[in-house]
């Protein structure tokens, strides 16, 4: 299974992005979808997450109201769109998709994609 995310950038404070996170190979089942991003020297963060039953989204506060996770459960396929960025949204963002129930955790994600990078210039 390869997840392969895309859409990120350079793109100045106040503007918006969209990643997209497309899975191929095998078929696999999952509970949802998730981003995470991670900052220069720091560890990865969970962002936002999609559960595939019932359509429940969740986020961080540091980008609630900002960033909106949608997706679809047949294609493995989740995006993220992010608005108002701000320099600190700069960081190197990664799909996973999630084989356990708690989809906030990065305990539950099994199966990652490459990341890609999104920068915000102030």
């Known amino acids: 299974v390869q997840l392969q995310a895309s859409g990120g950038g350079l793109v100045q404070a106040g503007g918006s992005l969209r990643l997209s996170c497309a899975a191929s190979?095998?078929?696999?089942?999952?509970?949802?979808m998730g981003w995470f991003r991670q900052h220069p020297g720091k560890e990865r963060e969970f962002i936002a997450a999609i559960r595939w039953s019932g359509g429940s989204t969740y986020y961080a506060d540091s980008v609630k109201g900002r960033f909106t996770i949608s997706g679809d459960n047949a294609k493995n396929t989740v995006y993220l769109q992010m608005n108002s960025l701000k320099a600190e949204d700069t960081a190197v963002y990664y799909c996973?998709?999630?084989?356990?129930?708690?989809?906030?955790?990065?305990?539950?994600?099994?199966?990652w994609g490459q990341g890609t990078q999104v920068t915000v210039s102030s």
């Open positions: 996973a998709a999630a084989r356990r129930q708690w989809i906030v955790s990065e305990r539950s994600y099994e199966y």
């Open positions: 190979g095998r078929t696999f089942s999952s509970y949802g």
